[in-house]
Nanobody, 115 residues
Framework: QVQLVESGGGLVQAGGSLRLSCAAS????????MRWYRQAPGSQREFVAG???????HYADSVKGRFTISRDNAKSTVYLQMNSLKPEDTAVYYC?????????WGQGTQVTVSS
């Protein structure tokens, strides 16, 4: 069983920055594929960014150039640095871990960007 705990959400003005963290426990973190998803009110959950066990990263087109995903295997933590935030980035952000054939989700952290 893998536990994921997100933190770092909050209220920020447009153009500002936030850094989300997701601490993982219960698995060999370095082998996990880690991703961030988000879900805005009335919308489906969507992919934001992902990082493989080898450090390969990929991003949704809507956040390329503004968001950066990274991981610290020593701390079993994945980060999402969000810069140049826009009101349309407002959502609950979820951490996701893929471990073998299993997937796990965190409880989510709210990000609100005011205009």
């Amino acid at each position: 069983q893998v536990q994921l705990v997100e933190s770092g959400g909050g209220l920020v003005q447009a153009g500002g920055s936030l850094r989300l963290s997701c601490a993982a426990s219960g698995s060999t973190f370095s082998r996990n594929v880690m991703r961030w998803y988000r879900q805005a009110p009335g919308s489906q959950r969507e992919f934001v960014a992902g990082i493989s066990s080898s450090g390969f990263t990929h991003y949704a087109d809507s956040v390329k150039g503004r968001f950066t995903i990274s991981r610290d295997n020593a701390k079993s933590t994945v980060y999402l640095q969000m810069n140049s935030l826009k009101p349309e980035d407002t959502a609950v952000y979820y951490c996701y871990a893929s471990v073998g054939l299993s997937v796990y989700w965190g409880q989510g952290t709210q990000v609100t960007v005011s205009s």
